[in-house]
């Protein structure tokens, strides 16, 4: 283990020395991506420093267990002996999930799409539902939430809406919301007082940089619109919204949620852009979920991934085989601890799969 970490102190130093240099600090891109790789060096050195000290005080101990001449000495030499055997297979553990290489897109901003299934106005309830528990859990994170276009149902909620989300690791933590969701409760339509089932897919997208896409602007058919929904008279008689259409794909990316029809541009550019690297994209996914043989990222886009129970007061993730009873604090926005099972399945996987290399 001493050994991996060594050659990860000598990464750490060169990057230390690296995002000093003038020429560096004045490439924003590769500034960006060295001061990433700086911050998650940092927490493996931190690691590195406990388990040295671990490491000593286990030889020190031993050293004064085998001499044995002080009484005193060798029981509190036991006490010591015992923590650090306790403390260094788990620090091994931490350890060995922190050296798996970390995928260069969980790092990016996230496009969020929600859209209601089957189900009727009570799908587009929740996939309204869904949206505020998202945000809710954004912005717990300190994230910042911001709607590019919507679609509201005619009940309540919306019949789709996609936001932006921007903050640190934000797609390697919300991708694994990717899937179809679904809810099982009496509506508020119901009159009988049965429970219905009705489903909305989540969608995720690493949000792409420029230099991630080029999009050709011939390839681009550009429609300009006015804005429905509130904001104001200025949003149904200006046409401020813009929808965009990539011939050669047949994506559509819309936007109407800023007044400015430039500032909604460039969010549909961003949007088009996330959506065309997100096709790319999914087929590595699909590839390498299928060599891992991974329940966690599938990358198939109709698998149901978790069920909401509000009559048994339940939520189910259905790739880990997770129940917790806690629905309304999930439905609130405390959704952390299925991210951290279904992180800790992904890191088992691919630790089983890089073994021969971690």
Known sequence: MLEKLQIVKQRFDEVSDLIIQPD???DQKRYVELNREYKDLRVLMDKREAYIELTNNLEEAEDIIADGSDAE??????????????????????????????????????VVELRAGTGGDEASIFAGDLFRMYTKYCEGKGWNVSTVDFSEGTNGGFKEIQFEV???????????EAGVHRVQRV????????????????????????FDVEIDPKEVRIDYFCSS????????????????????TGLVAQCQDQKSQHKNKEKAFKVLRSRLYDLELAKKQEEDAAKRGSMVSSGD???????????QGRVTDHRIGLTLYDLQNIVNGD????????????????????????
């Not at 886009?301 to 009559?311: F, V």
């Open 24 to 26: 560096i600090i004045s």
């Open 301 to 311: 886009r109709s698998a149901k991934i978790r069920t909401y129970n509000y009559p």
């Open 229 to 248: 929904g509130p904001g104001g008279q200025s949003v149904n008689t200006t046409y401020s919204a813009v929808r965009l259409t990539h011939i050669p």
């Open 166 to 176: 921007s903050g640190e690791d934000v797609y390697g933590t919300l991708k694994f």
């Open 187 to 210: 509506p508020q339509t119901e009159t009988q007082g049965r429970v219905h089932t009705s489903a909305a897919t989540v969608m995720v997208f690493p949000e792409a940089e420029e």
């Open 73 to 110: 000495m060798v029981e509190m030499a036991k006490m010591q002996y015992d923590e650090a055997k306790e403390g260094i297979p788990k620090l091994e553990e931490e350890i060995r999930l922190l050296l798996i290489p970390k995928d260069p897109e969980d790092a990016k901003n996230a």
């Open 335 to 358: 959704i952390q601890k299925i991210i951290d099972e279904l992180m800790l399945a992904e890191n088992t996987e691919k630790l089983k799969a890089g073994d021969d290399t971690i």
